[in-house]
């Protein structure tokens, strides 16, 4: 079992940047691909960035956040995370944290674990 424990959300002014954390418990989190989606009110779960295990020199972003977000993985710390610059109202969500053994199935959204989620809120 993966547990998953966000943080880093809160409110920040349009323009402005956050750092979103995801950190994992068990020793197995270097054979993990992680992710990360968020959900603003009313819309569907969407996925934002994922990297591939081990090594992490695989990612892939959505495009509304291309050349604005960075996925990264400190495998010392059982953490992953979001850089979030530029940031638009738009961007105002709950993001949530996701693991799976299968690269493709996180970018899918077909993952086993997820986090319970942090709140962004970009005010314009």
């Known amino acids: 079992q993966v547990q998953l424990v966000e943080s880093g959300g809160g409110l920040v002014r349009a323009g402005g940047s956050l750092r979103l954390s995801c950190t994992t418990s068990?020793?197995?989190?270097?054979?993990?691909?992680m992710g990360w989606f968020r959900q603003a009110p009313g819309k569907e779960r969407e996925f934002i960035a994922a990297?591939?295990?081990?090594?992490?020199?695989?990612?892939d972003y959505a495009d509304s956040v291309k050349g604005r977000f960075t996925i990264s993985r400190d495998n010392a710390k059982n953490t992953v995370y979001l850089q979030m610059n530029s940031l638009k109202p738009e961007d105002t969500a709950v993001y949530y944290c996701?693991?799976?053994?299968?690269?493709?199935?996180?970018?899918?959204?077909?993952?086993?674990?997820w986090g319970k989620g942090t709140l962004v809120t970009v005010s314009s």
């Open positions: 990297v591939i295990s081990w090594s992490g020199g695989m990612t």
């Open positions: 996701a693991a799976d053994k299968i690269y493709s199935a996180v970018v899918a959204g077909r993952v086993d674990y």
């Open positions: 068990g020793r197995t989190f270097n054979s993990y691909a």
